[in-house]
T-cell receptor, first 110, second 114 residues
Framework: EDQVTQSPEALRLQEGESSSLNCSYT??????LFWYRQDPGKGPEFLFT???AGEEKEKERLKATLTKKESFLHITAPKPEDSATYLC???????????FGGGTRLMVKP | KAGVTQTPRYLIKTRGQQVTLSCSPISGHRSVSWYQQTPGQGLQFLFE???????NKGNFPGRFSGRQFSNSRSEMNVSTLELGDSALYLC?????????????FGQGTRLTVV
């Protein structure tokens, strides 16, 4: 059974204070790893897909990286508008189901 | 290009009633999946449809059912509602044969059971 664990559960940062979120996964065969951002009461917003170890993708202040066991979402010089819950997910082997981690709630204070 | 559309956005139902939620995927997307999100359990998979066929179902009771139409629109139904069914129900659509490419979510339907 695929498992995805995210840490920390919550993270408070000052504006401009860089940090990283962790997503550890156990799957029988990685077919991709997705990162999403979710604002309260809204659906998850797609950020990145990573497919192989060593892959990196960037978008504004966010950079996602992937190893064989985990993925990191690096946030550089965050702003208050980056406050949200960040979710990671992996598809199963059949590609017909996503398993999500519990999410990291990020709060960036000005 | 329009995103994933879920209707209604909010619902309040009474225990024992049934409810139907609707999801219109992004044009051209054939895979539609449903998830239940609660504060305690996070996002949990309900079922996935591709070309009108249910390909996978999560660990939910038979009160939860769904279907997909020939235009890829999908509905999910919950019968005999219980208080514990209160949640945000999310629909996602995917462009290819499965969820190993990007999956895009709708805004969700917030269901409250009283």
């Amino acid at each position: 059974e695929d498992q995805v664990t995210q840490s920390p559960e919550a993270l408070r940062l000052q504006e401009g204070e860089s940090s990283s979120l962790n997503c550890s996964y156990t799957v029988s065969g990685l077919r991709g790893l997705f990162w999403y951002r979710q604002d309260p009461g809204k659906g998850p917003e797609f950020l990145f897909t990573l497919y192989s170890a060593g892959e990196e993708k960037e978008k504004e202040r966010l950079k996602a990286t992937l190893t064989k066991k985990e993925s990191f979402l690096h946030i550089t010089a965050p702003k208050p508008e980056d406050s949200a819950t960040y979710l990671c997910a992996v598809p199963n082997n059949a590609g017909n189901m996503l398993t999500f981690g519990g999410g990291t709630r990020l709060m960036v204070k000005p | 290009k329009a995103g994933v559309t879920q209707t209604p956005r909010y619902l309040i139902k009474t225990r024992g009633q049934q409810v139907t939620l609707s999801c219109s995927p992004i044009s051209g997307h054939r895979s539609v999946s449903w998830y239940q999100q609660t504060p305690g359990q996070g996002l949990q998979f309900l079922f996935e449809y591709f070309s009108e066929t249910q390909r996978n179902k999560g660990n939910f009771p038979g009160r939860f059912s769904g279907r997909q139409f020939s235009n890829s629109r999908s509905e999910m139904n919950v019968s005999t509602l219980e208080l514990g069914d209160s949640a945000l129900y999310l629909c996602a659509s995917s462009p290819s044969t499965g969820l190993d490419t990007e999956a895009f979510f709708g805004q969700g339907t917030r269901l409250t059971v009283v």
